[in-house]
């Protein structure tokens, strides 16, 4: 049983950190709480169900075609709506949102209600920790942690890593030093569009999809988001795999309140905003070195 | 009337025309007129002081050549090229760097890391450059500075002198033509202010240091410590009430009775 629940548990966390990852890169470089964050992982997962169920096309043929179109939609979604009233926080906060609601009406139109699903890659079940678990599962689990150590040697090793650490952490003077703060920021949301629609793609042979499957995982994203300090890299991790435990937890010890683990999350959110509002690490974009 | 202009520009940039020409230039702060359609040039590796008592609005053409504040009126053409209406960063890839008189490192990067951002701007930056190889120009940057035995400390710790030196080490990186500094001296002790004139002295006579080089950068060079200052530069603008209102060589200007009166008489000469 306990087996079970850390399969699990590592199964959410990861889906989690790559979504929350994302959404503080975000803020942290480009300054936006994109709440349409999620609604790009809702899109990845409908391309994918067209490409393989629609179109008949191998499940890589997807995977990488939701990941560029995703990738193209964010990026021209930042520069023609968000960029031009950057200024106006709470407008691109509303923007966002109206974004998600656009996209998610986009899919009742063409695709329906109905709940979807689509093929896994891999067949068959392997024991870990006595658990029998299925190949779909570790191949998952496995490339959204490769995804997540990427993405960490991207920001640490790289000229590029440099630039988003430096523009996250003071805009302005990036600017002075010669480095165009608006070509990073569309490069920094085209990266989290692309952990999204990745997240989005490689779960989704193991969920359903329908329209609305992304305003949970957004409650879940902010919930991390408050709980390890926005903007912090470190603390969207941190914040993925405890709420990913207490979730699974609360699954665990009541199975009979499975329903209630959505508002775990929210009450997480709630009980840190009162006791501890910057979250566990901060205000600021974390660096670590 | 605009093209000939341009091509008076266009073809001057090649020939002696000055690196740097302000005509005209205005800011307003609501009712205060920081800076009052001030107008100067600068030559081809030629170095300016430029003084004035505080709030005379020095700082404020620093910030407006640099394009972090936009002018209300005049112009500011750089090698023959309107500046007005670059973006900070634009206007550093044409090949000006600016210190500000506030240091403002990323405060929990390196100071190795500190210099390589600059290092990725456009202009420093050679094709296929990885970041083994920009860390070692950056070093240059910071030899030169004079700080390189601190490079993995997290700018945080620096000391107000070193923080100054970073400031210059960051300037240097992108390999400007025309170098604005703006109070390098401000806080200094004066072991640290020598050390400091002695590089920029070796920073304008121009040379290899490392991977960086330059040969004889423009300079503009703002500070109240005139002692330093004034063994730097070959020319002097001082500016009052947002006006310039004497210009000339060091010697010239300290012996100018308007200067006196407005500034030097209230100074201490340090």
Request: net charge positive; aromatic share 8%; glycine share 10%.
């Amino acid at each position: 049983m306990l087996g079970n629940l850390l399969v699990s548990t590592l199964m959410s966390a990861s889906v989690y950190a790559m979504l929350a990852v994302g959404f503080s890169l975000t803020f942290g470089v480009a300054r936006i709480i994109n709440l349409a964050h999620t609604a790009f992982y809702m899109v990845a997962s409908y391309i994918i169900f067209t490409a393989t169920m629609k179109m008949g096309l191998p499940l890589y043929v997807g995977v990488v075609a939701a990941v560029s179109l995703v990738v193209l939609l964010a990026m021209v979604t930042y520069k023609v709506l968000v960029d031009p009233m950057r200024e106006h926080e709470t407008t691109v906060l509303i923007l966002t949102i109206g974004v998600a609601l656009v996209l998610q009406e986009l899919m009742f139109l063409w695709f329906g209600g109905y709940f979807r699903s689509v093929p896994t890659a891999v067949e068959g079940f392997t024991t870990l920790l006595g658990v029998r678990v299925s190949y779909q599962y570790v191949l998952t689990i496995c490339v959204l942690i490769v995804t997540l150590a990427l993405v960490w040697l991207l920001l640490m090793k790289t000229r590029l890593g440099l630039a988003i650490r430096a523009t996250a952490q003071d805009r302005e003077i990036a600017n002075v030093m010669g480095m165009s703060d608006s070509r990073t920021a569309t490069i920094t949301v085209g990266i989290a569009a692309a952990l999204a629609a990745i997240a989005g793609a490689i779960v989704a042979p193991l969920f359903i999809i329908e329209p609305r499957i992304w305003l949970s995982p957004l409650t879940v994203v902010l919930a991390i988001s408050v709980l390890g300090g926005l903007g912090s890299l470190k603390g969207s991790i941190l914040g993925a795999v405890i709420i990913a435990l207490s979730e699974n937890l609360v699954v665990f010890l009541v199975p009979q309140g499975a329903f209630f683990k959505g508002a775990f999350s929210l009450l997480i959110m709630i009980v840190v905003l009162l006791i501890r509002p910057e979250g566990l690490y901060g205000v600021a974009f974390e660096e670590e070195r | 009337m605009t093209v000939p202009r341009q091509q008076q520009a266009g073809a001057g940039a090649e020939t002696g025309s000055p690196l740097l020409e302000v005509t005209g230039l205005t800011k307003r702060f609501g009712g205060l007129v920081a800076v009052n359609s001030v107008s100067f040039s600068v030559g081809r590796s030629e170095v300016v002081g430029l003084i004035g008592p505080n709030g005379a609005g020095k700082s404020t053409i620093v910030k407006l050549i640099m394009g972090i504040l936009r002018p209300d009126k005049g112009s500011i053409r750089f090698r023959g090229r309107e500046l007005r209406g670059m973006a900070p960063w634009n206007i550093v890839n044409l090949g000006v760097a600016g210190t500000f008189q506030n240091t403002r490192p990323f405060r929990r990067l390196p100071i190795i890391a500190n210099v390589m951002v600059p290092c990725l701007a456009p202009r420093a930056r050679r094709r296929g450059e990885w970041v083994k190889r920009i860390e070692v120009k950056a070093r240059d940057a910071l030899e030169f500075a004079g700080i390189s035995d601190l490079a993995l400390e997290p700018a945080y710790q620096l000391s107000h002198g070193e923080l100054k030196r970073l400031e210059i080490a960051r300037a240097v990186a992108t390999e400007p033509q025309l170098l604005i500094l703006d109070e390098p001296f401000g806080g200094l002790n004066p072991s640290e202010s020598d050390l400091l004139a002695k590089s920029i002295r070796r920073l304008h006579r121009g040379g290899r240091f490392g991977r960086l080089h330059s040969e004889g950068m423009a300079m503009i060079i703002i500070d109240h410590k005139l002692s330093y200052l004034l063994r730097i530069v070959d020319r002097v603008l001082v500016m009052n009430f947002g006006q310039i209102i004497a210009s000339g060589t060091p010697d010239e200007v300290v012996l100018d009775s308007d200067v006196i009166e407005a500034y030097l008489g209230k100074e201490e000469m340090a």
